[in-house]
């Protein structure tokens, strides 16, 4: 089976920053908080006249750009996102109809949280590696701000919004494989561990559910950090195994960005040293689905990414659901980009 490679990558954070300092003058919070249990200094939030499909499809354009396909060169189109435009129909249609794609091909949205572009990716490399696809888009997007209680200071500092994107295309046959060691897992005895309780088919978000707030985020905070920490360690090293690599043939961890100190604990449990783990979380914060292809367009516009660099992705959210992979970079160093006009492409620095 030919694995699928990464041919193209790219990103969008909306324009508005809200730092922690900001945010602390209408809750009970402080930057020094903030920063010290989290690493999180800002956040991007879209515009009132932003939806999820805006932001995924300009991060989809600039994946298509690096990719140098057209719009109609894309097989399959898939969105992960727990903050679609609409409940129906699939916010994927709706980037397939903003990017302009006529072809008529597959178009879905794939909700598996913080995890849902690891599973993306393992997804698209099996329609490409059985021969059903040629180039697939695997978008991550969220609007969790419009999620989020913002009275609620034990979550609404957490969360931010943001669109990250790859083409996926058949890896050469002579090439070591692209994706490889996919592993996705979910232990829905835990899925009351981080829940948006009203607005779906069990609870309408109406009269009393909208007065309890359970249309927005709720989360056991302590419990999800220590599934986190004990999860994302053994699938990074689950990933790593699968390929007889070790964990110092690992380049880059491009891990979900949720909290810096599970960061810190992933690493000292798998092994894997510290400053391997790309980080971005500072000014971007918890943007789920889209916070690894955010980071990774980061880590590849910032020339930290080099053709052979080995990557180990590894997330884990609501569900509770995780997975992981091994990736191969392919793609050559970048040229200078030109300057953006508005929003912006999260490449001006490394954290
Ligand atoms: N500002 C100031 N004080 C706060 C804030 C805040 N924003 N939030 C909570 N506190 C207070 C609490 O009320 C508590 O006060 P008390 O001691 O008087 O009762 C105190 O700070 C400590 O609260 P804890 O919940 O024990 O703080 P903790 O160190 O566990 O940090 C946090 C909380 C940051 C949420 C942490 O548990 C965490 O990161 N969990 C992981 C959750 C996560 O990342 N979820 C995202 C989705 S899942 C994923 O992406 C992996």
Not at 83 to 97: E, H, K, S, Y
Not at 249 to 260: F, G, I, L, T
Request: hydrophobic content about 45%.
């Amino acid at each position: 089976m030919v694995a699928a490679q990464v041919i193209g990558v790219g990103s969008y954070a909306p324009e508005r920053r809200l730092d922690n300092a900001e945010l602390s003058r209408t809750v009970e919070t402080s930057d020094a908080w903030i920063r010290e249990r989290t690493g999180i200094g800002e956040r991007r939030i879209a515009a009132p006249d932003e939806a999820a499909s805006d932001l995924a499809t300009a991060a989809a354009k600039r994946a298509l750009a690096v990719a140098g396909l057209q719009p109609n060169d894309i097989d399959m189109v898939m969105v992960a996102t727990v903050t679609g435009d609409r409940p129906l129909p699939a916010t994927a249609a709706i980037v397939q109809r903003k990017l302009g794609i006529t072809n008529r091909c597959g178009a879905f949205d794939l909700a598996a949280a913080c995890a849902g572009f690891v599973y993306g990716l393992g997804l698209g490399n099996a329609l490409i590696g059985q021969g059903q696809c040629r180039h697939v888009l695997v978008i991550g997007v969220e609007v969790l701000s419009r999620f989020v209680n913002w009275e609620d200071r034990t979550t609404c500092v957490l969360f931010g919004d943001g669109a990250g994107a790859v083409v996926l295309g058949p890896g050469a046959a002579e090439a070591p494989a692209g994706i490889d060691g996919v592993h996705l897992h979910c232990q829905g005895s835990m899925s009351h561990l981080l829940t948006i309780p009203a607005g779906g088919s069990e609870k309408p978000a109406s009269g009393a559910s909208l007065a309890e707030r359970e249309h927005y985020v709720r989360m056991e905070g302590q419990d999800v950090f220590r599934v986190a920490v004990k999860e994302l360690a053994s699938a990074c090293l689950s990933a790593i195994d699968a390929l007889q690599m070790t964990t110092s043939d690992v380049d880059w961890v491009v891990a979900h960005q949720a909290n810096e100190r599970i960061l810190e604990a992933v690493a000292q449990r798998s092994g894997i040293p510290f400053e391997r783990f790309f980080r971005n979380i500072a000014r971007y914060g918890n943007t789920s689905s889209a916070s690894i292809p955010l980071a990774l367009d980061e880590a590849y516009r910032s020339g930290s990414l080099e053709p052979g660099s080995k990557l180990v992705l590894c997330a884990l959210g609501a569900g509770i659901a995780w997975g992981s992979c091994v990736l191969r970079w392919q793609l050559p160093k970048p040229t200078p980009q030109p300057t953006r006009q508005r929003g912006e492409s999260p490449s001006e620095s490394v954290a």
